[in-house]
């Protein structure tokens, strides 16, 4: 058995995994980096697995996810791609004073000297089903485009997609006062359609206020149009700087997965949606495996 | 004589104008339409400039911007482009209840219908030194490229480079809690020279992130870097958009039409700075002899 911990900026998902690495119990809580002050993680894992653990005191405890930045329970060094998932396993961060290891994130450091981080993200790409895909999204508030070439995460990019949307709709001249109603699926694609044009991003942006102006988008639409557009935007760089493989592969939440895989279809490329905690579950259980925590 | 009034989402401009155009006195203030309840603006031109009014009571009084928006003193209903500015001193909107005089804005209705409009900066064009030039860049907030076929302005694209430079920098990962230092100008250049790299607007502003994280850009740098990065976006898609004129006037602050100006430069522009004050004075002063309000 063992307890993978998949904790991030906002939110930490905990699993109890059995034997075959299949799900027996989960909790999730909205308790992320940004939720628990300095010094405060010890505190903050009694709380939310303290009766899991004290059930069986020699479970090994494996976490991902921001846990392991600087401003986490303790620092995990990032490991430079491309890198294997074995090499992973082989570079798991003791948490000192516990039993519980850290999962390493990746570091891809371009030749440019732009350096690109994951933390998370590599264990979810480690419980994908069989065969490994070439191309994988994970979209979110930094959405990770992802080139595998296995047994090697080759090299990845990251998007600010999902930061952008929400601060350009919390505070920016297309802030949202309106409650919203219903996903508008139409001014969605009008988004995506709109991000091929000439023009460029910070155009386009003012684009949804002058349809705003002039009442050629409603106002509840006009949350979906600046999704679309901006998701329309991350795909197009994404696909310039990926290879053109058969099929994507996006790893999220439903709505989220629903949203891109659209936007890669309308692209013309084969999407495929796989469920992101589920993945991370798996993933974590792989790791383990691989690290020798959990026999294999 | 003149009172013309530049009143726009944040500030007030007033000038007092001599039958020759020369700026006699002036007047400004950071009362604008956003610091304006509704109902407010005669209290607020009262306040502003009710004792030069006093002084001669048949002065002739010109307001251009924000003033003649929706939420306005009184709302200008847009001119469409291409348009001279003789048509826009034909059609002056006169404020109800009052002898002044607002100044119409600028739309441009693009074929696929995404309108784009201006208010302000139509009157600031009014104001350039002849002979009046192709391509205009009005930086800002919402900076405006204007392409000019004289005696028409022919049309135009708003980029929201301004706002979002604000946006991030208050409310995302990228918001600085340290205090500033002087503008660093090769942080300032590093970041014009990424927004020519593949990848796009969306991961380059992940790629800040990326920079700070490894300490290859220091915190106080981080502001010029992102000003450089969104400011050489704005000109490559502006370029792609504009005729390859020889020449770009920048009309704003020092400090704006400096930075652009020497983006202008590096990307083998010949790029002039113009006063934005000084021509949003004389744009008035212009338009209202064009209009009949002044003799010329």
Redo the contacts between chains.
């Keep these: 058995v063992l307890l993978g911990i998949d904790w991030g900026t906002t939110n930490v998902r905990g699993f109890w995994l059995d034997a075959e690495g299949a799900v027996v119990d989960r909790r999730c809580a909205p308790v992320g980096l940004r939720q628990i002050p300095a010094g405060g993680w010890p505190t903050a894992f009694d709380r939310l697995f303290g009766d899991w653990v004290a059930a069986d005191a020699r479970v090994p405890v494996l976490l991902s996810g921001m846990v392991g930045s600087?401003h986490g329970w303790s620092e995990a060094p990032y490991l430079a791609c491309p890198a294997t998932f074995a090499e992973l396993a082989a570079r798991l961060h003791p948490i000192p004073g516990t039993r519980h290891h850290i999962i390493p994130g990746l570091l891809h450091d371009l030749a440019?000297?732009?350096?690109?981080?994951i933390r998370g993200e590599e264990t979810q790409l480690a419980g994908l089903a069989e065969p490994r895909p070439a191309v994988v999204c994970l979209p979110g508030t930094?959405?990770k485009w992802v080139h595998c070439e296995p047994p090697h995460i080759r090299h990845f990019?990251?998007?600010?997609?999902g930061?952008?949307f929400d601060?350009?709709s919390?505070?920016?001249?297309l802030a949202q006062t309106a409650a919203e109603g219903d996903f508008d699926e139409h001014a969605f694609r009008d988004g995506v359609t709109?991000s091929a044009?000439?023009?460029?991003?910070?155009?386009h942006?003012?684009?949804v206020?002058?349809?705003r102006?002039?009442d050629?988008l409603a106002g509840p639409s006009q949350s979906a149009y600046l999704s679309g557009l901006?998701i329309g935007?991350?795909w197009?760089?994404a696909l310039?700087?990926m290879p053109r493989t058969g099929r994507v592969v996006v790893v999220g939440t439903d709505a989220l997965t629903s949203r891109y895989a659209a936007v890669g279809r309308a692209f013309g490329i084969d999407c495929v949606a796989a469920d992101g905690e589920l993945a991370a579950a798996r993933g974590l259980w792989q790791i383990a495996r691989l690290a020798g925590l959990i026999p294999s």
Excluded at 157 to 161: I, K, R, S, V
Excluded at 197 to 203: E, M, N, Q, Y
Aim: glycine share 14%.
């Design positions: 600087r440019q000297g732009i350096p690109d981080v930094h959405s990019q990251t998007y600010m997609t930061e952008l601060v350009l919390h505070h920016s001249i709109r044009d000439s023009g460029g991003l910070l155009h942006l003012f684009g206020r002058g349809l102006l002039f050629r901006l935007h991350e197009r760089a310039s700087g």
